[in-house]
């Protein structure tokens, strides 16, 4: 299989690019015609390595009314991902290799992009007893974490560093005092406090933070932390760094681009954990992401079903359906306003994540492979989630406008996703 992407940009200068069984095989003035040669016109278009969502719930099994593996890939190939890590927290949780085997079947089944199983730090994810770390690897799973829930038990945090550790393994920490955020529905302050809403405080975050933090340090085991929204957060991952913790991070395009403004109305769609916090913590996360202390930008996509979502501001679910806007916002937040540099965002969205899952990514390089993503950062579009691939309608973007489109999605050589096929 030959695919040539001609006359396209890839950093700042204008190639073409041939690829052949799934890697790169030359990047410049060569290209290819003929039979059996998928040929694309890359003018006006940026090459990207592909993206890689180390932080996303494709909802099967259990929950396919909100999603399902096949339109959880459909939407991260929209949304320019040739692969993504997804959350145990299905029905059954994902904690035995019969599931995560389960998981890489139907990825298969569905044939977009790649999938990496991340499975269950403890049993059921009732932080009760530790999965069977190791089975599960060797079934497929490329981390652990029990996100949707923290794993409150020091001690069980410890055995799991430990043993993790032990094996290379990579843990996922979703961090949240639940003494600390109980009852509350929304980020503590001003907003709620208009709506009359009870509030999640930063030290929620903060305390658990700073919890993973000492017990990494401690017991020198490396931690990933996961979608980190505060600016003491952020202050507290900067300073363990500094010091030489193995702490790495990760944070959304939410907390890049929007506040806790956003629930005014009693929007349910801008209801996620970690809440929307204030334009101080927002700014702080942008400040995280351009000297290093973030390493990743991940969605968090968490689809949900229009009836979930229209339980009101206490009963519905967490969560936004982050896929298809992640690029278009992360672009115009962070490149376009002059904050990073492409370059910079490609480490955060395929280079970190892929180092910290020991996965391989898109290279664009001779040899390289060849997952890659075509945007045109000059579109401006404005987000329908009705166009969504994702069954998860649920977000606070919709109705707003943003610059760079996903135009081509290709995995290992194989164009996944064409817009043009949509138009
Ligand atoms: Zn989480």
New binding site residues.
């Given amino acids: 299989m030959v695919t040539a992407i001609n006359n396209v940009s890839v950093k700042g200068k204008q190639v073409n690019i041939v690829i052949e069984d799934g890697r790169i095989r030359s990047i410049g003035k060569a290209t290819r015609t003929g039979k059996g040669v998928t040929v694309i016109d890359g003018t006006g278009l940026t090459a990207l390595p592909g993206f890689i969502d180390m932080h996303v719930h494709l909802r099967e099994p259990g929950f396919e009314y909100k999603e399902d593996i096949e339109s959880g890939c459909a939407a991260a190939v929209r949304g320019g991902f040739t692969a993504v890590a997804c959350m145990p927290n299905t029905k059954p949780v994902t904690d035995s290799p019969y599931l995560v085997k389960y998981i890489l079947m139907r990825a298969a089944q569905a044939d977009k992009c790649r999938v990496y199983p991340v499975a269950a730090i403890t049993q059921g994810e009732k932080g009760e007893q530790l999965s069977e770390m190791k089975k599960l690897k060797d079934a497929g799973a490329v981390a652990f974490s029990d ?2 829930v923290p794993v409150s038990d020091s001690r069980m945090m410890k055995n799991a560093l430990l043993y993790a550790a032990t094996f290379g393994l990579t843990l996922i920490e ?1 961090c949240e005092d639940k003494s600390l955020a109980e009852g509350g529905v929304v980020n503590e302050g001003e907003n709620a406090n208009l709506l009359g809403l009870p509030g999640i405080s930063n030290a929620a975050e903060d305390a658990e933070i700073a919890r993973n933090i000492v017990l990494s340090e401690v017991y020198d085991a490396p931690l990933h932390l ?2 980190v929204s505060t600016r003491g957060g952020m202050q507290l991952i900067r300073e363990a760094k500094a010091r030489g913790v193995k702490v790495t991070c990760e944070t959304c395009p939410h907390y890049i681009a929007l506040t806790d403004a956003e629930i005014a109305g009693y929007n349910t769609a801008a209801k996620v ?1 970690p809440p929307l916090r204030t334009e101080k913590d927002r700014l702080a996360v942008i400040a995280a992401i351009k000297d290093g202390t973030a390493d990743c930008i991940v969605t ?1 996509h968490a689809p949900h079903s229009k009836e979930d979502k229209d339980g009101g501001m206490y009963d519905a679910p967490n969560g936004i359906s982050g896929l298809e806007t992640s690029y278009a916002v992360c672009y115009t937040t962070l490149v376009e306003s002059g904050t990073i540099t492409q370059e910079r965002l490609s480490e955060l969205m395929t280079y970190n994540p892929a180092a910290i899952l020991g996965v391989e990514c898109g290279r664009l390089e001779k040899g390289g492979l060849a997952d890659i993503t075509l945007v045109d950062n000059g579109a401006e579009w404005t987000v329908d989630p009705q166009k969504f691939a994702s069954k998860g309608k649920n977000t606070p973007f919709a109705g707003k406008t943003y610059k760079g489109r996903v135009e081509y999605t290709l995995v290992g050589g194989k164009v996944v996703y064409a817009r043009r096929e949509e138009i």
């Fill in positions: 996100d949707g979703h996961a979608h954990n968090d």
